[in-house]
Each structure stands twice: as C-alpha cells, then as structure tokens.
T-cell receptor, first 109, second 114 residues
Framework: QKEVEQNSGPLSVPEGAIASLNCTYS??????FFWYRQYSGKSPELIMF????GDKEDGRFTAQLNKASQYVSLLIRDSQPSDSATYLC?????????FGTGTSLTVIP | AAGVIQSPRHLIKEKRETATLKCYPI?????VYWYQQGPGQDPQFLIS???????DKGSIPDRFSAQQFSDYHSELNMSSLELGDSALYFC?????????????FGPGTRLTVL
C-alpha cells in the first residue's frame, strides 16, 4: 500500500464549477499535508498546506483535513481553464515527504 | 522573491557517463531535498540534507551521491548512467525555522540518457 493514494483521474469539470480532489494517507502519525499543482514538464508549485482538522481557505482553494479518516481534500471553486494541471497531494511523515501519483484535472471552457 | 535555482536545466548524456546536478536553495533555507520524477509518475524522494549533513535517504541508487556545501548549495552526482535514469530531477528547499516544513521546488533538471 502506498503512503499516499490519489485518484489519478482524469477529472473534467466545466469552467466555473467546483473541482474536488481527494487524497488518503496510510500513516496515522502523519503531521502535515500539502497540495501542489504541477503543469506538464514543470516543477510542483505549492497551493496550500494544512495541519489541523477542518477547513482552510485561501482564495478559490479550500483544503479539508480529517485525521480520523486519514483523508485530505482540495476544493477549487469557480474553476478556470488555467487550473488544468496535475494536483499532487503530499504528506509529511516524520522527516519524509510522500507524494501521491497526482490527479489530472481538466477545466473545460 | 528568490526561488530555488537548479542547473543545468537540460542535460543529455550517454550510458555509463557521469552527470552533476546543482541546486541553490532559497536564501536562508538550510534543508535541501532531491527528487526524481519519471514520466507520469510522482516525485520519488532520493536524499535530503540539513545543515550540510545528510538527514534522510530514500530510493537513491548506490551509483548516485550527493552533498551539501558550506553555502548550502547541493550537488547530486550520478555515475554509470543508465537509460532508466532519464527523468526530471527536482531540488526542493525548506527552512525548519519557518515552522511550516513546506518544501519549495526548483524548476528541475531534465536529464536524458541516450
């Protein structure tokens, strides 16, 4: 079992809709959770991080963490074509980052 | 704001050659991480350094070595290159003093082994 699991997609949503990306992790001791966006051939770009249970909002992005269910999600409101990318969930466990395989999102104009 | 710098951005080598990738972390970041990302795959952690000492080791082949220097830049040395080493190599840096453990990625070096 991988440390971090993501649905690889592809996920397609129409422009203006809400995109929901999900991630589960296996180690209950994981302490920090990150969402990165990666365009093809480019480096991962941090969107946001979350440590505590609940929601964290930053502009059009909301991260949700449920430690009891070992689940972290990213909601993108008012999706734009420029949001089309692969979204990587990353989990910090001890001193190591573990990445999921990413979810490919396409926002259709 | 200054970001992580990696050089070269592109590198083409032949099998059994050696390659050296360089990484310059964000100023005042003292921790450096190296990742390898194959096509369609997630970044695989190779190795990390904190304050010039190796802090963690992932799936780094024995043919690879790395170090962090006194100015905190890091170099990844790759020997006896194989076709399967063709990938994007990312360096990331972080500062424990920031309290967030967030890793910021450089633009990557695309290595092609022919």
């Amino acid at each position: 079992q991988k440390e971090v699991e993501q649905n690889s997609g592809p996920l397609s949503v129409p422009e203006g809709a809400i995109a929901s990306l999900n991630c589960t992790y296996s180690d209950r001791g994981s302490q920090s959770f990150f969402w990165y966006r990666q365009y093809s051939g480019k480096s991962p770009e941090l969107i946001m991080f979350i440590y505590s249970n609940g929601d964290k909002e930053d502009g059009r992005f909301t991260a949700q963490l449920n430690k009891a269910s070992q689940y972290v999600s990213l909601l993108i409101r008012d999706s734009q074509p420029s949001d089309s990318a692969t979204y990587l969930c990353a989990v910090l466990t001890g001193n190591q980052f573990y990445f999921g395989t990413g979810t490919s999102l396409t926002v259709i104009p | 704001a200054a970001g992580v710098i990696q050089s070269p951005r592109h590198l083409i080598k032949e099998k059994r050659e050696t390659a050296t990738l360089k990484c310059y972390p964000i100023p005042r970041h003292d921790t450096v991480y190296w990742y390898q990302q194959g096509p369609g795959q997630d970044p695989q952690f190779l190795i990390s350094f904190y304050e010039k000492m190796q802090s963690d080791k992932g799936s780094i082949p024995d043919r690879f070595s790395a170090q962090q220097f006194s100015d905190y830049h890091s170099e990844l040395n790759m020997s006896s290159l194989e076709l399967g080493d063709s990938a994007l190599y990312f360096c990331a840096s972080s500062s424990p003093l920031s309290g967030t453990d967030t890793q910021y990625f450089g633009p990557g070096t695309r290595l092609t082994v022919l």
